[in-house]
C-alpha cells in the first residue's frame, strides 16, 4: 500500500547550518505516527520542512503519491494536510469562534454546521465561544488550536508539542483528544516530550537525535527496547 | 469661543482619523510604521485636484435644515447599502474568496461614501428644480479617481517595495518608507510645482450648529466621512471574511500561512483600505486650507499620535486618537492665546499627551497590543546595523 505521507531522506536547516540529517518518516492512513528526542533534536525544523515553511536541502516529500516538495504551506492545506505549531497556534485577539472560522477559511460554503461538529468535539469550548483567545487557558488555547485545524477535517495533522507547557492533567486531557481525532480516521504525527505516554498511544514512532533518525518502530517496541527506555524515556 | 475650536479640533481630528485608520491597518499586517503614509494623503488630494480642474466641482448651496436632511440620508442610505451588504457577506461566509466576493468589503465603503456625495445634489435637485443646479460630475470623480487611484498606488507601492523587504524585520520597510515619502513628495512638487493651489469649490451654505457656530459645508463632510469611515470600517473588520483574515494576519502572519488563510490578497486588500480612506483625508484636507507638496508629511506625526493614543488594530481607537488628538491641538491654541504665548506651540500639547502614553500604556486606549515592540526593533536595529557595519568591512 502506498503511504499517504512519506518524507523521504530529508536534509534540512536554517541558512547554511543543516540541522536534520537524512531523515524519513513514513505516515500511512489512519494511523498515528510519534517523534521523541531531547531538546533541540530538530523535531520542529523536520516537521517545518515536512509542511513547506522550510524548503528542504536535499530529500523529497510525498503526499498520496505525489511529489510535494516545496510547495507553499497553504497549497497543502487545501490538499488535505494540516499543521499545528509548537507556539503561537491561535489568533489571540480573535474569539473561539472566529479562530475556528479561520481555520476554514479555504472550505466552501457555510461554515455553521462544521463550527458545531467541531464544538461538539470539544464541549468545554461551548461556552467560551466568543471569548478572545488569549484569555483562554493553556489547556483551552490548545483545543482551539486542535479544533482550528480540523474545521477542514484534514488527512494528516501535523501536531507539534501539544502539551508543551500544560500541568499534568491537562497534557493527559490533551493528547486523549488527540487520539480521539486519530479513531475518528485522521492520520496524525505527533512531537512529544512526554515521550512514554506518546508512545503508548502510537502505532508506530522515530527517535530523533543530533538530527538524525537513532531508532524507529511500533510504538511498543520502542517502549520495551532497553536502549531506548535509558536514554529517552529517563531510565 | 472654545467652543469653535473645539469643532474645529474635530473636524481636524477626523481627517488624523482617515490617516490613522490606514496606517494602523497597514502597520498590523505588515509590521511597520509606514511614513509615506502622509504623502498617499498628498497623493489623494492632487489626484482630486487634477480632477478637479478638469471637470468643475461645486458645492451647491442649501439651506441649513436641508444641510442637516443631506446629512441624514446620506446616513440612512450607507446603512441601508451596508445592512444589504452584510446580508449578502453573512450569506457568503466561508465561502473562498472568488474574486467577485473579494471586493465587496471596498464596494459597501465606497457606496457609503459616495452615497453622502450623491445624496446633497439630488436633494437640491429636488427643491430647486434642475436648471439651477449643476449635477455633480466633478465631485464623483475627484473622488473616485483618489481613492482609487491612491488605493492602486499602495499595491504599487507594496509589490515594487515592501514585499521584498518583508522577512528582514521592520526597520528596513521602515526607512524604504522615509525614502518613499521624499520620492512622493518630489515627484508631485515636480509636475504641480510648489505653490499652494486650491480646489475651486465655492464655500456652500453653513451648518448653523448654536452656540454662534457655523459648520462650513466642508466641515460638515469633514466630520460626518470620518466618523461614517470607521463604523463602515468597524463593520468590515468585525463581519467579514477580509475583516477576520485581516485581524487574523495582523495577529499572527505566519500561523496565517499555515492556516490557509490567502495572505498576500489580505495584505493587498489592507493597501487599497488604508491608501483608500488617506486619500479621502487628504481631499478633505485640501478643501479645508490648500493643497500642497508638504500637506500630507506636516500631518503624519499627528496621525502617529492619533494610532498611538487609540491603540493599534483599532478602528474605534484611531477614531478616539484622531478627535482626541485633534481637539488638543485646537483647544491649546485658544489657550496659549489667551495666556498671551504664541499659539505655535500648540503641537506641543498633543505630542506631550502621545509621549505620555507611550509611557504610561504602550498598547494605546483600545488596542491590545504596544505599537512598540521594543524587544523586536532592537533586534531588527542590530541585524541593520551588522549588514552595514558587514558592507564597510574589507572584503578579505
Ligand atoms: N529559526 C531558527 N534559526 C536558526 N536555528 C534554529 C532555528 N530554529 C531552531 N534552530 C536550531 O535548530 C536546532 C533544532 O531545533 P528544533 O526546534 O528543530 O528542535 P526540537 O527538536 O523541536 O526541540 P524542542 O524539543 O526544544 O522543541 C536547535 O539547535 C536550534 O537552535
Ligand atoms: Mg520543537
Redesign the pocket.
Known sequence: MQPLLKAEAIHS???D?E??HNVSVVVNKGELVTII????????????TIFGLLAPMAGRIWYQGRDVTGTEPDKLVRMGLSYVP?VDNVFPRLTVIENLEMGGFVREGDLTPRIDVVLEMFPSLKEKASVRSRNLSGGEKQMVALGKTLMLDPEVMLI??PS?GLAPNLVEAVLEKIREINEAGTAIVI?E?NARKALSMAHRGYV?DM?ETKYEGTGEDLLADPRVGRMYLGG | MIHEFIVNGIALGSIFVLGAVGLSLIYGVRNFANFAHGDILTLGAYLAFTVNVIFAWNWVSVAPSMAVATVLLGIAAAGLGGALGLRLFFRARGAPPSPRRRGLPLLFLLVGILALGISLPILNLVRLGISEVALPTGLLLSGVTAIIGAGLAGVLFEHSIFRHLQYRGPVPSLIASIGLAFILQNVISAIYGTDQRFFSVSSGVGLDVGAGIVLTMVKQYMIVIGILLVVLLHVVLRYTKLGKAMRATSDNLDLARVTGINVRWVIIWTWVIGAGSAAIGGILLGLNAQVKPLMGFGILLFIFAAVILGGIGSAYGALLGGFVIGITNEVSKALLFRAGFDTAWSPAFPFAIMVAMLLIRPEGLLGGEPLVRWGALRASLSRFARRIRGLRAPSR
Do not use: C, F, H, R
Request: hydrophobic share 35%; glycine share 24%.
Open positions: 536547516g536554517y541558512g547550518v540541522i536534520v528526542g531531547p531538546n533541540g533534536a530538530g523535531k520542529s525544523t523536520l516537521i517545518k509548537q507539534d508539542e508543551a512531537v516530550q530523533l538530527g
